[in-house]
């Protein structure tokens, strides 16, 4: 094993909740009058915190988003999630084999800590997940792209930056990793590794994870 600490991000790595996310997300903002699909809302908004869909929002049409809207979208969003969020394949056996190993890993996601629990507890992964291994980009000023969130978690975990490899499905996710100036490995099963540029390689099933990783 090469590296000291595993960060994974969440959603779309740990648990399937993309599909979910994003579908809502494009419904919700089209509702609002800013029409937007599934896969706009996928290429603009995956792996990104809800600050910036504010931002970009107010960017592109010159309206803020309503007040609730955070609140409105959460609650669509973990209603979904009870209904039909599943865990991404594999991604328990990836972290029982690291646990077994006595490998550090941690959670670091966009999503807030509420949507990170509720996601792990329908699908099982909080046995995985005591609260001083999930990280939110609510604890750091600023979201991915940014590499606050990265750098915040390995400081928690007591590990240095250059000892840390980061795995992330998501644009943004890359390059706060690669900002960060740790490795990043990209998770094709939802996106395309052109999309990843900045990784220094990728996996289709998280199975293939613990060999590329060493263990």
Not at 15 to 31: C, F, H, K
Not at 111 to 129: A, N, Y
């Amino acid at each position: 094993m090469r590296y000291d600490l595993v960060i994974f991000d969440n959603d779309g790595v740990l648990v399937d909740s993309e599909p979910i996310s994003n579908t809502l997300l494009a419904g919700y903002l089209t509702e609002l009058g800013h029409p937007t699909t599934y896969e706009e809302s996928v290429r603009d908004y995956m792996g990104s915190a809800m600050h910036r869909i504010h931002e970009l929002v107010e960017e592109r049409s010159g309206q803020r988003l309503p007040a609730g809207f955070d609140e409105t979208f959460h609650a669509r969003v973990f209603a979904a999630f009870q209904a039909e969020l599943e865990p991404v394949p594999g991604a328990g056996e990836v972290l029982k084999q690291l646990a077994d190993a006595g490998v550090p890993y941690c959670v670091a996601s966009s999503g807030s800590h509420e949507r990170i629990r509720v996601g792990h507890r329908k699908t099982g992964l909080d046995t995985w997940f005591p609260d001083e291994l999930v990280f939110s980009a609510e604890d750091v000023g600023r979201g991915k792209p940014a590499p606050d969130l990265f750098l915040h978690a390995a400081a928690m975990m007591g590990v240095a930056p250059e000892r840390c490899v980061v795995v992330e499905d998501s644009r943004l996710g890359v390059q706060a990793a690669v900002a960060a100036g740790m490795d990043v490995y990209g998770f094709t099963a939802m996106t395309q590794e052109e999309k990843l540029a900045g990784a220094v390689g990728f996996f289709t099933a998280m199975d293939e994870l613990p060999a590329i990783l060493g263990l």
